[in-house]
Each structure stands twice: as C-alpha cells, then as structure tokens.
C-alpha cells in the first residue's frame, strides 16, 4: 500500500510476445492516489479518488484548528474552539448568559463587544439558521442555507434604498422556519429597501405587495406576464395559472385512500449519524413515505446518508461510507435503491436528455436505416457527435468551442463551421420528413414526441420527459444548462421509462425545488404511479402539497441541530395532526381540517 522505500522489486511484465524484467523501486497504492490526485486538473478524477478519501479530526489540535496556547485562553470554562462548535442558538444563548461568569472591570471590555456578537448571532436565529454550528463549513452549507446567512449579514448593515433580489429563499425551509424568513424580509422593507424575490412558495406570494406572473408555460411557451398586481388581483386573474391555486380553483387533490403498503418494512435501527439520538425508524414498503420535520433535525442524516448509503452499499455494491447505525432490517425485500438527486445529468456540451434517458440510440439507428443513409453506406456510429466520421471535426461534436481565460471562467462560443450544428455537411444532408439529426436534436420534446409518433422506442422515451413535466426542453439540450430540478425530472424520466421490478426503493431529497404548483401536481402523479407500480418511494419535503398526499409520514425533530435528531411522530397524516408535540402536524392541520378520509 505504502510503497517499497528503499528496497527495489523485480517486475516481470509481457511485451507483445516478449517477457521483460525491471528492477525497480514500487511507488506503493497510496502514494500513486495522492500524487494523482494532487496534481490533476480533471475534477472527473478528483471526485474519482475522493470515493477512498474520509475526513478525520486532526490527532494534535481535535479539530480546534489552533494551537494550545491560544486554547489555553478560557471565558466560562470553555476555549473559543469549543465556543465554535455550538450552534447559532446556544452560542446566543451562552452570549447572554455569560456576563454573570465576569468582573465588573471585564464586563465593561466586553459589553461592546457582546452586543455585536448578540445582534449577529440573532439575525442568523432570525432566518432560520439556528441549528448551524458556527464552525460548519461553508462547502457543506445547502443553497438555501447559504443565501440566508448573506441575508442575516445585509440586515445587520442597516442600509436603506437597497434593491435586493432573492433566488427562491425558502429553499429546504420548513413551513415554521418560512414564517420567520419572510417577518425578516418585511423587515427589510420596512428600513426602506426593495426586496424583489423569486419564489414558489403560496405564502411568499400572499405576503408579497405585488406579485409578476410569468407564464403561461414553460420555456418556448413562456416569457409573458401574464398577470401583474396584488395577490388578490393576480387571484381574480382568470388567465393565471398562478392565481388559479392561490384562489382553490385548482388545487392537489388529497388522495381519497391511503395505501396500505406490501405488509413489508424497512426498518433503521439505533442510527446515531451527526445529530440522530439512536432513532429507530420504519419505513413501510409499497408506499409513498415523506419524511419531514424542521430544517436541520436530521432528516438528510437519516434518509440519505443512513438508510440510502447503506442500501446502497448492499445492494448495489456502491462505494460509499454511511452514517453509523446498528443494522437495516428489511433490504432482502429490495432489488436496487436509487437516489434521484439535483446533480448535473453530466459536466459537458456533449451530455443532453437524448443520451441520459437512452433515445439517442434508436434515434441514431432510425437515421442509419433510411434509403439515404444506406446509399451512402452510413452505419449509426456516423450520426454520432463522440466519435470522427459524421461529427464537425473543428469543434469535435460539441457545437461549441472552449476558449480557456486564464483566471476567468472558461467561455463557450458557437463553432463558426457548422454553426452550432455538430455534424458535417454530408450527415446533415441526410432527412427524414425533411428534418436532419441536428434538427431533431433542436427539437423540443413535445414536437420531438410527434416527429416520432410512429417510431415506439424513441417516442416511449419523449412520453416520460412530457409526463415529468419537461415537454419544453430540447431533445439536445446541454446538461450544462439544466437547472437542478429539470436535471432530477430527466433522471425521474430515465426511471418511468424502465420496465418495473416493483421492488426498487426510491429516494428524492426536495424534488419540488424551483417547481410550481402545476409542476408539483405533474411530479406527484408520476411519484405516485411508481408506487403503484410496487415499488417503494421515500421522498424528503417540507412542501405541504406533497406531505398531504404521502401514504406515511416520518417527521423528524422537534427543533434543528442538537434540539432534534429524533422522530417526533410518525403515521399517516391523519394521525400526524393529533400530535401537538409535531410542528408539521400542526400545519398539516390546516390543509386536512373538514376532510374524514377512508384509510385502508
């Protein structure tokens, strides 16, 4: 593993037909990853080799960063070290607490400097942010997470005549937690700001002063304000979509029977990862299971880094390390466990929804079957932009070319030879119905799903993009310009698109990011028709519309951070809004009120 030193080692190797023999000394497994990994460029490789790599606190300082000196220095009895490893709420807490642990003359020192660190520390509370620890580090924050600690540091500056604008702030925000968001961003208007905010969520948009509907549709049938004004007004605006749900004339429908599951059970057992207090947890299989609770109460730590790793890890052979727990009863009832994340569906041009969800592959035999094609002797590889033949070699396949800027970002700009096109003259020259494989690549997938009618494994793969709710997109679309959500709906379409096992566990950690109501409608009758295909999906979501419709419930807390890491409830909804100690039932009882269902 380490390598030979000093010592030299005969290696005999075969050499067409020829036996070499070299002394040499042997650089040793470990040495050769870390030198590799050091110095390549290829984040590919990087994350390659960071599937063998696992973070340990440093033996000489235990992750305190700092030498003993400066730890020798004590407030209270604790070091700052220690002081940074609580979370926001009991640092406040302590900064509150600790004047009584000074003398006057200290007292007088620090009086200033405690109400600095109290009105900090009390805007990130403000925000919802008070499970963080203060040493977390930064890569590790979420999106969400990480635009409201620039937030919690604009309203402490004060400033007035700010225009701020805000990506959909509520990201990975539970409904409690949303109405201390939004009290913050009235705050900020009230100090005499505008605050402009992108954002899905029905309660964001009833507070708002005035709301802009963008619609109607999706890509190429969007791009319109289709209705502006008050919320009241954009409510009473027939042409909106929007205004349709705030009103209740559309809604997600409440299902009329809960599922009563395969009589099977997944169970967790004793996971004690990051802030779960040895949380045994069910989860009933041939269900839709939503786990919910408060932001950082643990949810993520159980559902994916527990139970997905290591089903993962069992089942499907994966290499990865999962949180601590005692065992996983249950998995012999699974045959494969996928996560259906928000990462990119692929890192260059070259990657599309065509080749994700495998409909490049009849497209480009179709092609290679015409009288044309055949004439001309072309095979499908010809109508392929990976390899040399049909392809434009002067950006090889891409239809961009890369021009690298030193210290800038790298830029992309259209090949000037086939315009974008990827392919030669020659393969171009080629159609079918009048339309070459670059159009067909330009195609959206609804009219994709059309040209195809005819040809069934092609227009299969177009069927589950339209039912994801993606008909807008481009059959060839860069990945690199997918957002997160259209990335999860083209791997959840990959998925619809396969003959199903009925016995595949699903996992979704808050599909319903950057969706609207339309949108998360579409989602969950696809969620629910894997369900009833037998298979299993548990689903991560603070989004009330989709914690009403799950069959089981597991909500997770009571608070974030150290005040949570247990399941504060769990059952079917019904049975979550009885329990007054769950801040998810207490929500979920509005939506429920009036409704008696028949559960199976």
């Given at each position: 593993?380490?390598?030979?030193?000093?010592?030299?080692?005969?290696?005999?190797?075969?050499?067409?037909?020829?036996?070499?023999?070299?002394?040499?000394?042997?650089?040793?497994?470990?040495?050769?990853?870390?030198?590799?990994?050091?110095?390549?460029?290829?984040?590919?490789?990087?994350?390659?080799?960071?599937?063998?790599?696992n973070?340990?606190?440093?033996?000489?300082?235990?992750?305190f960063?700092?030498?003993?000196?400066?730890?020798?220095?004590?407030?209270?009895?604790?070091?700052v070290?220690?002081?940074v490893?609580?979370?926001?709420?009991?640092?406040?807490?302590?900064?509150?607490?600790?004047?009584?642990?000074l003398?006057?003359?200290?007292?007088?020192?620090?009086?200033?400097?405690?109400?600095?660190?109290?009105?900090?520390?009390?805007?990130?509370n403000?925000?919802?942010?008070?499970?963080?620890?203060?040493?977390?580090?930064?890569?590790?924050?979420?999106?969400?997470?990480?635009?409201?600690?620039?937030?919690?540091?604009?309203?402490?500056?004060?400033?007035?005549?700010?225009?701020?604008?805000?990506?959909?702030?509520?990201?990975?925000?539970?409904?409690?937690?949303?109405?201390?968001?939004?009290?913050?961003?009235?705050?900020?208007?009230?100090?005499?700001?505008?605050v402009?905010?992108?954002e899905h969520?029905?309660?964001?948009?009833?507070?708002?002063d005035?709301?802009?509907?963008?619609?109607?549709?999706?890509?190429?049938?969007?791009?319109?304000?289709?209705?502006?004004?008050?919320?009241?007004?954009?409510?009473?605006?027939?042409?909106?979509?929007?205004g349709?749900?705030?009103?209740?004339?559309?809604?997600?429908?409440?299902?009329a029977?809960?599922?009563?599951?395969?009589?099977?059970?997944?169970?967790?057992?004793?996971?004690?990862?990051?802030?779960?207090?040895?949380?045994?947890?069910?989860?009933?299989?041939?269900?839709?299971?939503?786990?919910?609770?408060?932001?950082?109460?643990?949810?993520s730590?159980?559902?994916?880094?527990?139970?997905?790793k290591t089903?993962?890890?069992?089942?499907n052979?994966?290499?990865?390390?999962?949180?601590?727990?005692?065992?996983?009863?249950?998995?012999?009832?699974?045959?494969k466990?996928?996560?259906?994340?928000?990462?990119?569906?692929?890192?260059?041009?070259?990657?599309?929804?065509?080749?994700?969800?495998?409909?490049?592959t009849?497209?480009?035999?179709?092609?290679?079957?015409?009288?044309?094609?055949?004439?001309?002797?072309?095979?499908?590889?010809?109508?392929?932009?990976n390899?040399?033949?049909?392809r434009?070699?002067?950006?090889?396949?891409?239809g961009?070319?890369?021009?690298?800027?030193?210290?800038?970002?790298?830029?992309?700009?259209?090949?000037?030879?086939?315009n974008?096109?990827r392919y030669?003259?020659e393969?171009?020259?080629?159609?079918?119905?009048?339309?070459?494989?670059?159009?067909?690549l330009?195609?959206?997938?609804?009219?994709?799903?059309?040209?195809?009618?005819?040809?069934?494994?092609?227009?299969?793969?177009?069927?589950?993009?339209?039912?994801?709710?993606?008909?807008?997109?481009?059959?060839g679309?860069?990945?690199?310009?997918?957002?997160?959500?259209?990335?999860?709906?083209?791997?959840?379409?990959?998925?619809?698109?396969?003959?199903?096992?009925?016995?595949?566990?699903?996992?979704l950690?808050?599909?319903?990011?950057?969706?609207?109501?339309?949108?998360?409608?579409?989602?969950?009758?696809?969620?629910?028709?894997?369900?009833?295909?037998?298979?299993?999906?548990?689903?991560?979501?603070?989004?009330?519309?989709?914690?009403?419709?799950?069959?089981?419930?597991?909500?997770?807390?009571?608070?974030?951070?150290?005040?949570?890491?247990r399941?504060?409830?769990a059952?079917?909804?019904?049975?979550?809004?009885?329990?007054?100690s769950?801040y998810?039932?207490?929500y979920?009882k509005?939506?429920?009120?009036?409704?008696?269902?028949?559960?199976?």
């Open positions: 593993l380490h390598g030979s030193g000093d010592q030299e080692i005969k290696f005999r190797y075969g050499d067409g037909g020829r036996v070499c023999q070299v002394t040499r000394g042997f650089e040793g497994v470990i040495p050769n990853m870390q030198r590799r990994y050091r110095e390549t460029d290829s984040s590919w490789v990087r994350e390659e080799f960071e599937n063998y790599q973070n340990q606190p440093c033996g000489s300082c235990n992750g960063r700092l030498r003993p000196e400066a730890l020798a220095v004590k407030i209270a009895k604790l070091h070290g220690e002081l490893q609580m979370s926001i709420r009991d640092a406040l807490s302590w900064c509150e607490n600790v004047p009584e642990h003398s006057d003359q200290k007292n007088q020192i620090a009086a200033a400097i405690l109400k600095e660190i109290r009105e900090r520390l009390g805007f990130l403000n925000v919802g942010l008070e499970y963080l620890t203060l040493s977390r580090n930064a890569g590790t924050l979420s999106g969400g997470e990480s635009q409201r600690i620039r937030l919690a540091s604009q309203i402490g500056s004060g400033l007035t005549g700010v225009l701020y604008v805000l990506d959909e702030p509520s990201i990975g925000l539970h409904q409690r937690d949303n109405d201390r968001l939004l009290t913050t961003l009235k705050n900020l208007r009230d100090q005499g700001n505008t402009i905010v992108v969520d029905e309660e964001a948009i009833r507070e708002a005035y709301v802009f509907d963008i619609g109607p549709g999706a890509g190429v049938h969007g791009g319109h304000v289709v209705s502006r004004g008050t919320p009241a007004e954009v409510s009473a605006d027939p042409n909106s979509l929007t349709q749900y705030l009103q209740g004339i559309k809604e997600i429908a409440i299902p029977v809960r599922r009563s599951g395969n009589g099977k059970m997944l169970t967790v057992v004793k996971a004690t990862g990051n802030n779960l207090k040895s949380v045994t947890a069910d989860f009933p299989l041939g269900k839709l299971i939503c786990v919910t609770g408060v932001s950082g109460g643990g949810k730590t159980l559902t994916i880094e527990t139970l997905f089903a993962s890890l069992r089942l052979g994966a290499k990865q390390t999962p949180a601590p727990c005692e065992t996983i009863k249950g998995l012999e009832f699974l045959d466990v996928i996560d259906i994340d928000q990462r990119p569906i692929g890192r260059t041009p070259r990657s599309n929804p065509a080749t994700y969800t495998g409909a490049f009849p497209i480009r035999d179709w092609f290679a079957g015409l009288p044309e094609a055949k004439t001309r002797g072309y095979k499908p590889g010809r109508f392929s932009f390899v040399k033949g049909g434009c070699e002067a950006c090889q396949g891409d961009v070319i890369k021009i690298e800027m030193h210290f800038l970002p790298d830029v992309y700009v259209t090949c000037e030879t086939c974008g096109a030669n003259r393969t171009l020259e080629v159609k079918f119905k009048g339309k070459s494989i670059a159009d067909v330009d195609m959206t997938v609804e009219d994709a799903q059309a040209f195809f009618q005819a040809v069934p494994s092609i227009r299969e793969k177009m069927d589950a993009l339209v039912r994801v709710g993606l008909g807008y997109i481009k059959v679309q860069q990945a690199t310009t997918l957002s997160g959500g259209e990335a999860q709906r083209v791997k959840l379409s990959k998925e619809l698109a396969k003959r199903s096992t009925g016995r595949t566990l699903y996992i950690d808050e599909p319903t990011t950057g969706l609207h109501f339309e949108d998360v409608r579409k989602l969950l009758e696809v969620l629910h028709e894997l369900v009833d295909q037998g298979n299993s999906v548990v689903v991560i979501e603070h989004n009330l519309d989709v914690v009403k419709t799950a069959d089981w419930i597991i909500d997770i807390g009571p608070e974030g951070g150290n005040g949570g890491g399941i504060v409830a059952g079917t909804p019904e049975t979550i809004i009885k329990k007054t769950s998810t039932g207490h979920l509005m939506l429920l009120k009036d409704r008696k269902l028949a559960a199976e």
